[in-house]
């Protein structure tokens, strides 16, 4: 049997501190999860990943791992000594079957191996997962069926990767990053343990119109080169619906154009930002190229003045 390094398989140092362990399993699951990683071996490292944080965020089962590993040598073949354990108290056996985690966790943490096969109550663990939505839903709210792929075990007991799905409500005014919470879809509880829970990290889908910063939204809205210069009342969509918006006397190419508490909802809502792109007419006909002579003749103006010699 290969003994494990777990603070290999998480990138740690042995002396890491409960945060440092924290902070890289959860790198590590959002790398490998098999709901969001293209990794060839993303399912097995995903289990490794597992395993390792099974051990090293349980302070007695990490102490007892590293009393073992100070007289293992690298390489060859590896079995605990039947006292490996003695003067250290787990907290209960491993939150899933035996069948879940490796040769080397099982002999040494699985039911199996505990006080008369006996399992403790504890909760299960909590799972994270992405999810995509459509900014409508964030504006608006929405009720939509998601699917899943997380490992399971057949009825052999052999993990497996398995699908389910979901329906989830998406509250209106959510934003990219925040976590929809779903009670008790995570891991199973062990000995009549409650589950665990399911977090959804939102992102909101990019939008070919809007671009969405927090609670703000922004749209480019071209504007004719004498809407800008004389001023103008204009017509713009936004996701409300249109509305009439008038556009300043001189105004420049990028002047945003604020329409406040129409971007996402909450408390406060978010604004929206028409930000303004001067088009200018193609001089693709004789009559408009006569016009631009008349501008240039009519209007003295050097758009490199400042730049100097």
């Not at 459509?134 to 608006?140: Q, S």
């Not at 490992?151 to 993990?159: F, L």
């Amino acid at each position: 049997m290969e003994f494990k390094d777990y603070y290999a398989t998480l990138g740690v140092e042995q002396g890491a501190s409960d945060d440092d362990i924290r902070h890289a399993y959860r790198k590590l699951a959002r790398k490998y999860h098999p709901d969001v990683s293209k990794e060839a071996d993303a399912e097995q490292r995903m289990r490794d990943v597992n395993e390792a944080y099974q051990v090293l965020k349980d302070p007695e089962k990490r102490a007892a791992y590293d009393n073992l590993a100070a007289g293992v040598s690298p390489g060859g073949d590896f079995r605990p000594p039947p006292d490996w354990d003695s003067g250290f108290e787990f907290r209960g056996a491993s939150p899933n079957d035996d069948a879940a985690f490796s040769e080397f966790f099982s002999s040494l943490f699985g039911a199996r191996h505990r006080p008369g096969g006996a399992q403790m109550r504890a909760r299960g663990e909590d799972h994270h997962a992405a999810i995509e939505i459509d900014l409508d839903d964030a504006l608006h709210g929405a009720t939509r069926d998601i699917s899943l792929r997380s490992i399971g075990h057949d009825e052999h007991g052999q993990p497996r990767l398995q699908t389910r799905t979901l329906s989830v409500r998406i509250p209106a005014g959510i934003r990219e990053g925040q976590f929809i919470r779903l009670a008790g879809q995570g891991m199973p509880g062990l000995g009549g343990g409650e589950n665990g829970d399911l977090y959804l990290e939102v992102r909101i889908k990019p939008h070919p119109r809007y671009r969405v910063e927090g609670r703000d939204l922004y749209m480019d809205l071209p504007v004719a080169p004498w809407e800008a210069a004389l001023g103008a009342t204009v017509r713009a969509p936004t996701p409300h619906g249109p509305v009439e918006v008038n556009v300043p006397a001189n105004s420049r190419n990028g002047r945003k154009l604020r329409l406040k508490g129409k971007g996402i909802p909450g408390d406060p809502a978010g604004d929206f930002y028409l930000v303004l792109e001067i088009a200018w007419p193609p001089a693709d006909t004789e009559k408009a190229k006569a016009a631009y002579r008349h501008l240039a003749q009519e209007v003295p103006f050097d758009p490199r003045r400042n730049l100097g010699d």
